[in-house]
C-alpha cells in the first residue's frame, strides 16, 4: 500500500498569510494527488486534481505542485473560510489519503 | 445538480451488519462509479472501494475484503454498501462520493451516515 504523510499535523495562521502543507508518498506516484478540504460536520470537497488542476468553482488562492514523492498545497493569502482540515489523496494505486492537516486561525 | 442522500444513522451491536443507502439524482446513474468512503471520529479519511454502477462491478480496498459488500439498484438510482461483522473500530461517519471519469478522486459526496458499534 502507498503511505501518505502530510505536514505539518495542525498549521496556525493569521487571515492573509501565505500558508503552505506538505504531503509526501512512500513511493513515486505520478502527479495522481488530490487536495480536498473539510469543514467541521461535512463532507469533503475537491480542491485539486492532478497535483495542479484547480476544480471549477475554486478560489485562485488555492494552488498545488508536485510530482513524484512530494507535493504541496499553498494558499496565497488565507481567508476566514478557509480554516479546516485539509487531505491529499493519492490515486495512482486505488486510494490512500493522508492524516489531514488542521489549520487553524492564529 | 447532483445529489446523494444517504440513509440515517444506525446503531449497532458488534458482530452485526449495516447496510447504509445512497441515492442519487441529478445525473446519470450508471455513467460514474460510486465509491465509499469512511471517517472514524476525529480522524482521517479511509477508501472502502468502488461500484460501477452499469456493471455491478466491485473493487474493496483489501482490509475491507470478505466483510464489505457493495451493490445498486439501478431502477431506484441507489447504491448500497453492507459492512458485516462490525467491531467497535467500525465506528465512524460513512460517505458515499461519486467518482469522476474511473479515477479515485470524488466530486460530490453524501451528507455522511454515522454508524456506531456498541455493546
Known amino acids: 500500500d502507498i503511505q501518505m504523510t502530510q505536514s505539518p499535523a495542525t498549521l496556525s495562521a493569521f487571515v492573509g498569510d501565505r500558508v503552505t502543507i506538505t504531503c509526501r508518498a512512500s513511493?513515486?506516484?505520478?502527479?495522481?494527488l488530490a487536495w480536498y478540504q473539510q469543514k467541521p460536520g461535512k463532507a469533503p470537497n475537491l480542491l485539486i486534481s492532478?497535483?495542479?488542476s484547480l476544480q471549477s468553482g475554486v478560489p485562485s488562492r488555492f494552488s498545488g505542485s508536485g510530482s513524484g514523492t512530494e507535493f504541496t498545497l499553498t494558499i496565497s493569502s488565507l481567508q476566514p473560510d478557509d480554516f479546516a482540515t485539509y487531505y491529499c489523496?493519492?490515486?495512482?494505486?486505488?486510494?490512500?489519503f493522508g492524516q489531514g492537516t488542521k489549520v487553524e486561525i492564529k | 445538480q447532483v445529489q446523494l442522500v444517504q440513509s440515517g444513522a444506525e446503531v449497532k451491536k458488534p458482530g452485526a451488519s449495516v447496510k447504509v443507502s445512497c441515492k442519487a439524482s441529478?445525473?446519470?446513474?450508471?455513467?460514474?462509479?460510486m465509491h465509499w468512503v469512511r471517517q472514524a471520529p476525529g480522524q482521517g479519511l479511509e477508501w472502502m472501494g468502488w461500484?460501477?454502477?452499469?456493471?455491478?462491478?466491485?473493487i474493496y480496498a483489501e482490509k475491507f475484503q470478505g466483510r464489505v459488500s457493495m451493490t445498486r439498484d439501478t431502477s431506484f438510482r441507489t447504491a448500497y454498501m453492507e459492512l458485516s461483522r462490525l467491531r467497535s473500530d467500525d465506528t465512524a461517519v460513512y460517505f458515499c462520493?461519486?467518482?469522476?471519469?474511473?479515477?479515485?478522486?470524488?466530486?460530490?459526496w453524501g451528507q455522511g451516515t454515522l454508524v456506531t458499534v456498541s455493546s
Open positions: 492532478k497535483a495542479s
Open positions: 441529478g445525473y446519470t446513474f450508471t455513467g460514474y462509479y
Open positions: 513511493q513515486s506516484i505520478g502527479s495522481w
Open positions: 462520493a461519486r467518482g469522476i471519469a474511473v479515477s479515485v478522486i470524488f466530486d460530490s
Open positions: 461500484i460501477n454502477p452499469a456493471s455491478g462491478g466491485t
Open positions: 489523496q493519492q490515486y495512482n494505486s486505488y486510494s490512500t
